[in-house]
Structures are given as structure tokens and as C-alpha cells.
């Protein structure tokens, strides 16, 4: 089953503008990670935030976690027409190792 | 540097069929696990293999099972296939001993089943 949901499940918007996009979840965690999937294909992994932290950046990414309400936001700054694609929340609940508990998606379309 | 491979990249099957999809893994990693992914949905975990062991399992029924190679590699067989078995089927690696473990994914393998 999935481990919650992302909020929107479709998120359209033009070159330049801000992304944001948010995700819940379920159960207590050791990290959350955001995964990018380009027309059903394999994801790549963006960025990855431990429990204990509550903000980090790469590049033009920022995630936010507040596990107080179980939730997380990805902002893509500046985006372009390349950051379309589905972007996926996935979680590792505690006490389970790697095994990552996907949501159910964010799909991103950027327009020129 | 190889990123995490998989084969055959598409599949069609009938129902009852069996179907092997193959994983080979990140250069330096020693864990796999896999996934299945619904159209439209996000994936979900079946299992993760480490020391040519199963260590985890999804909610995924016995017609799913693994084998996880002395090269790290792995195979997901799916007996008695049915029509809700078809989807993009993922493979990630990942590597045991660091404090977190970021997987990474391969392309996947998309199997229709008629």
C-alpha cells in the first residue's frame, strides 16, 4: 500500500515560475527521499532529508520536512521546461531498513 | 561507472505464463530490491535480496519470488501471471553498511500481460 499521498497529484506551470509540491506520510521515519520519473520510466533519486533535519538544498531544490505533521514539500526554483516529469515522496519507516514506501506522485508539467 | 541495468526492457505475456526479469546493479552495491509500479500509481516494494537472501517482502503473494546471485545481480519470477500483474517492474541497488542508503533505480522492465 502506499504510504500517503502527494498534494497536487497535477501541477501545470510556466518556465520560470515556482514549484511546489507536497507530501504525507504515514508512520515515523528515518528519511525522506524525492524521486523524478520521466514518462514511466526509472526514477532518479534528487534528494534525500534525514528525520532529524528540517530543510536542504541542492542546486535549485529545497525540501522541508516537519515530522511533528508527517509532511514534506519539494520547491523547484526557477523551473524549466526539462523538470517535467512525475515527482514521488518515498519514505523509509523506521525499523525497516531500506525499503522505501513510495506516494502516489506529483505530475509536473512545465510550459515554454 | 554502470548504473543499475535491467532486461528485457518490454514484455507481453498470456495469463498463466511465467515471466524472469534480470537486474544487474550499481558498480560497488549489494543490494537489490524491487518494485512493481501500476500506470499511474507510485511503486510499491515486493522485496530486497542481500547475501543471495531475501531480507524484506512487500504484500506480494508467492507467485513473486527472487534469487539474488554471488554477483549481486537478481531475478524477480512471477508464476501463474494474470492480467493485474502487468506494470513497470523496477529494480534498485543500494549499498549495505552506510547510514542511509540512497537506492538507485534502473530503467525498468514493462510487462503486458494478455
Known amino acids: 500500500s502506499q504510504q500517503g499521498e502527494e498534494d497536487p497529484q497535477a501541477l501545470s506551470i510556466q518556465e520560470g515560475e515556482n514549484a511546489t509540491m507536497n507530501c504525507s506520510y504515514k508512520?515515523?521515519?528515518?528519511?525522506l527521499q524525492w524521486y523524478r520519473q520521466n514518462s514511466g520510466r526509472g526514477l532518479v533519486h534528487l534528494i534525500l532529508?534525514?528525520?532529524?533535519?528540517r530543510e536542504k538544498h541542492s542546486g535549485r531544490l529545497r525540501v522541508t520536512l516537519d515530522t511533528s505533521k508527517k509532511s514534506s514539500s519539494l520547491l523547484i526554483t526557477a523551473s524549466r521546461a526539462a523538470d517535467t516529469a512525475s515527482y514521488f515522496c518515498a519514505t523509509t519507516a523506521t525499523g525497516t531498513a531500506s525499503k522505501l514506501t513510495f506516494g502516489t506522485g506529483t505530475r509536473l508539467q512545465v510550459t515554454l | 561507472d554502470a548504473g543499475v541495468t535491467q532486461s528485457p526492457t518490454h514484455l507481453i505475456k498470456t495469463r498463466g505464463q511465467q515471466v524472469t526479469l534480470r537486474c544487474s546493479p550499481k558498480?560497488?552495491?549489494?543490494?537489490v530490491s524491487w518494485y512493481q509500479q501500476a500506470l499511474g500509481q507510485g511503486p510499491q516494494f515486493i522485496f530486497q535480496y542481500y547475501e543471495e537472501e531475501e531480507r524484506q517482502r512487500g504484500n506480494f503473494p508467492d507467485r513473486f519470488s527472487g534469487h539474488q546471485f554471488p554477483n549481486y545481480s537478481s531475478e524477480l519470477n512471477v508464476n501463474a501471471l494474470l492480467l493485474g500483474d502487468s506494470a513497470l517492474y523496477l529494480c534498485a541497488s543500494s549499498q549495505r553498511g552506510f547510514s542511509v542508503e540512497t537506492q538507485y533505480f534502473g530503467p525498468g522492465t514493462r510487462l503486458l500481460v494478455l
Open positions: 532529508i534525514r528525520s532529524n533535519e
Open positions: 558498480s560497488g552495491h549489494d543490494t
Open positions: 508512520t515515523s521515519i528515518n528519511n
